[in-house]
């Protein structure tokens, strides 16, 4: 069972060797016989057809009746083999992070009319060479990339996916353990880039990266050239100033259509290169863009207000195709922007561990469930942070994380400008449960309560001054986006 045993001393071969040995141990009932098939699959010419053709492999040195046996009673320790797997030497890429894949791969099986909980999987190139539905049973692969251009890969972990299964649920639940076992093998620690997942367009990247936002993991997928998505909502002054006569305020902001390049507006990141197989690579990027989510299908069971979820959009071009065919546009989306400066100042205000709240009004601090007045927030998990409401920093503090944010960026090549430096720095500390200082309501003669949703932006009361209280006799306030009562966490009454 040792390759090293027959004087093979390599290293590569010695962890072949050990793995090998960790694989045996794997196995709890049968472990000769379904060693001797893996082995005979592994190492048989050309693809496996019939169980009876496998068991007349070399590698297989008992009869058929012990295949079927180890198939039908044979036992395997799974998570023990994954937790292996999860420590194995991976490949990595020129800067260290670890690059995970996911896709769905089907097992076909179209003539197996009893098998349990089949699906229609979709596959390209069977027979006419088109789309085709043919049943069978798919599987959510998770495996680790090397740079260069390789199709080898270090499979990480597999899942059958169930009849209507929510690819996306599954797909994250699958990774969020995959990514637990790496950390505990040590193959990630808090001073390394976060781990880069890749998926393709059959996922929904911006709720997969919603789904794994507290985990050290950055998302990049490809997008249908058919997606809309939306710009930021106005802020309360922008809306004022804009609209005059009042009204409500919207809750997204204009429209970004792919396949309407008059509705993209400047880029905020452009660049070129030259390669040797695609000619030009022209680059383009535009932050702060959204999905406009609806209520149903995925997002149905969503408690509370559907999030908004703000990532970066990049639309990549060359000249020419190695195949020479048409280069279409390619769209991918990061699931998030300026994360290395997210993780930068998180990590200033975990390190200060606290908060006090000496220069904060009395009635706009919240207190612990011990009666502590000084706030530990969490900068890990957002969902962390207790239901008694946010923190309002000083003006003080505001200045000394948006100086360092501005440094941070100009470290990195980057810059932002006023408006934008602050809603980054807004959102950033919203997520550790800290909110800016609201400031001034507007005076419009509307009622001057405010309110600080989800993203940490400060939202006045769009009602008239002075409105009455509902039948809960508790005074009801509305800002278009966000319903809220007196003494809700992160109001301020009307002054």
Same mark, same amino acid.
């Given at each position: 069972?040792?390759?090293?045993?027959?004087?093979?001393? %390599?290293?590569?071969?010695?962890?072949?060797?050990?793995?090998?040995?960790?694989?045996?141990?794997?196995?709890?009932?049968?472990?000769?016989?379904?060693?001797?098939?893996?082995?005979?699959?592994?190492?048989?010419?050309?693809?496996?057809?019939?169980?009876? @053709? $496998?068991?007349?492999?070399?590698?297989?040195?008992?009869? &058929?009746?012990?295949?079927?046996?180890?198939?039908?009673?044979?036992?395997? =320790? /799974?998570?023990?083999?994954?937790?292996?797997?999860?420590?194995?030497?991976?490949?990595?890429a020129a800067d260290g992070r670890l690059v995970l894949a996911v896709d769905v791969s089907p097992w076909l099986r179209p003539d197996a009319d009893t098998s349990d909980a089949r699906s229609f999987c979709h596959t390209y190139g069977r027979g006419?060479?088109?789309?085709?539905?043919?049943?069978?049973?798919? &599987?959510?692969?998770?495996?680790?990339?090397?740079?260069?251009?390789?199709?080898?890969?270090?499979?990480?972990?597999? /899942?059958?996916?169930?009849? #209507?299964? %929510?690819?996306?649920?599954?797909?994250?639940?699958?990774?969020?353990? $995959?990514? @637990?076992?790496?950390?505990?093998?040590?193959?990630?620690?808090?001073?390394?880039?976060?781990?880069?997942?890749?998926?393709?367009?059959?996922?929904?990247?911006?709720?997969?990266?919603?789904?794994?936002?507290?985990?050290?993991?950055?998302?990049?997928?490809?997008?249908?050239?058919?997606?809309?998505?939306?710009? +930021?909502?106005?802020?309360?002054?922008?809306?004022?100033?804009?609209?005059?006569?009042? @009204?409500?305020?919207?809750?997204?902001?204009?429209?970004?259509?792919?396949? =309407?390049?008059?509705?993209?507006?400047?880029?905020?990141?452009?660049?070129?290169? !030259?390669?040797?197989? &695609? #000619?030009?690579?022209?680059?383009?990027?535009?932050?702060?863009?959204?999905?406009?989510?609806?209520?149903?299908?995925?997002?149905?069971?969503?408690?509370?207000?559907? *999030?908004?979820? !703000?990532?970066?959009?990049?639309?990549?071009?060359? =000249?020419?195709?190695?195949?020479?065919?048409? *280069?279409?546009?390619?769209?991918?989306?990061?699931?998030?922007?300026?994360?290395?400066?997210?993780?930068?100042?998180?990590?200033?205000?975990?390190?200060?561990?606290? &908060?006090?709240?000496? !220069?904060?009004?009395?009635?706009?601090?919240?207190?612990?469930?011990?009666?502590?007045?000084?706030?530990?927030?969490?900068?890990? =998990?957002?969902?962390?942070?207790? %239901?008694?409401?946010?923190?309002?920093?000083?003006?003080?503090?505001?200045?000394e994380v948006r100086d360092s944010a501005d440094r941070f960026l100009k470290e990195h090549g980057l810059a932002l400008g006023g408006d934008d430096l602050r809603g980054l720095v807004m959102e950033i500390l919203s997520g550790v449960g800290l909110?800016?200082?609201? #400031?001034?309501?507007?005076?419009?003669?509307?009622?001057?309560?405010?309110?600080?949703?989800?993203?940490?932006?400060?939202?006045?009361? #769009?009602?008239?001054?002075?409105?009455?209280?509902?039948?809960?006799?508790?005074?009801?306030?509305?800002?278009?986006?966000?319903?809220?009562?007196?003494?809700?966490? %992160?109001?301020?009454? +009307?002054?």
């Amino acid at each position: 069972m040792s390759v090293v045993e027959q004087g093979v001393q %390599d290293e590569p071969f010695a962890e072949l060797s050990r793995f090998r040995g960790v694989f045996y141990n794997c196995l709890t009932r049968r472990r000769d016989a379904l060693f001797e098939l893996t082995d005979a699959v592994l190492c048989t010419d050309g693809p496996v057809k019939t169980l009876v @053709g $496998l068991a007349l492999a070399p590698e297989h040195r008992r009869g &058929y009746g012990a295949l079927y046996g180890a198939l039908n009673k044979g036992r395997m =320790d /799974v998570e023990q083999l994954r937790a292996e797997l999860a420590g194995l030497p991976l490949p990595r890429a020129a800067d260290g992070r670890l690059v995970l894949a996911v896709d769905v791969s089907p097992w076909l099986r179209p003539d197996a009319d009893t098998s349990d909980a089949r699906s229609f999987c979709h596959t390209y190139g069977r027979g006419e060479a088109r789309h085709q539905m043919i049943p069978g049973w798919p &599987y959510s692969w998770v495996v680790a990339l090397e740079s260069g251009r390789t199709s080898w890969v270090a499979p990480l972990d597999a /899942v059958r996916l169930e009849p #209507g299964a %929510d690819a996306a649920a599954v797909t994250a639940a699958q990774l969020r353990y $995959l990514v @637990g076992r790496l950390i505990a093998a040590g193959q990630w620690s808090p001073d390394d880039p976060p781990m880069l997942i890749v998926a393709d367009a059959g996922y929904d990247v911006m709720r997969l990266a919603w789904l794994l936002r507290d985990l050290p993991v950055e998302i990049l997928g490809r997008l249908r050239s058919d997606r809309v998505m939306r710009r +930021p909502a106005p802020t309360r002054a922008e809306f004022a100033l804009a609209n005059p006569a009042g @009204g409500r305020p919207p809750k997204h902001g204009s429209e970004f259509i792919f396949k =309407d390049s008059r509705t993209w507006g400047a880029p905020d990141a452009e660049t070129k290169a !030259e390669t040797t197989r &695609y #000619g030009t690579a022209h680059a383009q990027s535009w932050d702060r863009l959204h999905p406009e989510l609806q209520g149903r299908a995925a997002w149905r069971d969503h408690p509370g207000q559907l *999030p908004v979820i !703000e990532g970066t959009v990049v639309r990549l071009q060359v =000249d020419h195709l190695p195949s020479g065919g048409d *280069p279409k546009p390619l769209w991918l989306a990061p699931g998030g922007h300026c994360s290395a400066l997210k993780a930068d100042i998180s990590g200033r205000w975990h390190q200060c561990g606290r &908060y006090h709240t000496d !220069e904060v009004p009395a009635d706009h601090v919240a207190e612990t469930p011990d009666g502590d007045e000084e706030l530990r927030w969490s900068c890990q =998990d957002p969902d962390a942070v207790p %239901d008694v409401g946010r923190t309002i920093i000083t003006d003080e503090q505001y200045d000394e994380v948006r100086d360092s944010a501005d440094r941070f960026l100009k470290e990195h090549g980057l810059a932002l400008g006023g408006d934008d430096l602050r809603g980054l720095v807004m959102e950033i500390l919203s997520g550790v449960g800290l909110l800016l200082p609201p #400031g001034d309501p507007v005076p419009d003669g509307t009622c001057t309560a405010l309110h600080a949703n989800a993203a940490g932006e400060w939202w006045q009361c #769009g009602l008239p001054a002075g409105h009455a209280a509902d039948r809960k006799q508790r005074a009801s306030h509305d800002a278009g986006e966000d319903l809220w009562f007196e003494g809700d966490p %992160d109001t301020i009454p +009307p002054r």
